[in-house]
């Protein structure tokens, strides 16, 4: 079945500074996504990326579809970027397999 | 164009209720999955309906049951309700034939007392 990690499972910045998450997938997986988690809850849309690099304004991703692996960068974090980052992937059928998130906080 | 809506956006049952959560598809999306999300951790794949039949299901008790209604929206049963269920349950809906991209709801959080 289809297996994604996340690392790291904590990570503490001061505003301003720069981050890399890192997420590792197995072979039945043909796409991936980044999400971001606001403290109500919601999943927000980041990045729909099965292979290439993306940016959205302060965020890009990266992902390496032959080594199983993607990256998503943030940088000059603020204090909004708060909140945990996660990855998923769809193999068939469109059922997203979620890592187990990173859990940014983003210190003034 | 609105986005995934979900309703109610809170709950709280009693152990052994039944409960309905009800979602709302994006505009132009033919597919609907729920997830559950227990407090720390990753959303959890619960089934997935598409052309009203439940075409994919996770690791999930009969308990949890669904439905797809022609227009697309979609609800979630679950019976004889346990302390374990409670959690944030969320909608995702996708397109057919676009790789799986999904779009998630603000989700419902169930309190089971």
């Known amino acids: 079945g289809i297996q994604v990690e996340q690392s790291p499972p904590d990570l503490i910045l001061q505003e301003g500074a720069n981050s890399t998450l890192r997420c590792n997938f197995s072979?039945?997986?043909?796409?991936l996504q980044w999400f971001h988690q606001n403290p109500w809850g919601q999943l927000i849309n980041l990045f729909y990326i099965p292979s290439g690099t993306k940016q959205n304004g302060r965020l890009s991703a990266t992902t390496v579809a032959t080594e199983r692996y993607s990256l998503l960068y943030i940088s000059s974090s603020q204090t909004t970027d708060s909140g945990v980052y996660f990855c998923a992937g769809t193999g068939g059928f469109q059922k997203l397999v979620f890592g187990t998130g990173t859990r940014l906080l983003v210190s003034p | 164009d609105a986005g995934v809506t979900q309703s109610p956006t809170h709950l709280i049952k009693t152990r052994g209720q039944q409960v309905t959560l009800r979602c709302s598809p994006k505009s132009g999306h033919d597919t609907v999955s729920w997830y559950q999300q227990a407090l720390g951790q990753g959303p959890q794949f619960i089934f997935q309906y598409y052309e009203e039949e439940e075409r994919q299901r996770g690791n999930f008790p009969d308990r949890f049951s669904g439905h797809q209604f022609p227009n697309y929206s979609s609800e979630l049963n679950v019976n004889a309700l346990l302390l374990g269920d409670s959690a944030l349950y969320l909608c995702?809906?996708?397109?057919?034939?676009?790789?799986?991209?999904?779009?998630f709801g603000q989700g419902t959080r169930l309190t089971v007392v």
């Open positions: 072979d039945s997986v043909n796409n």
């Open positions: 995702a809906s996708s397109l057919v034939g676009r790789g799986g991209e999904g779009f």
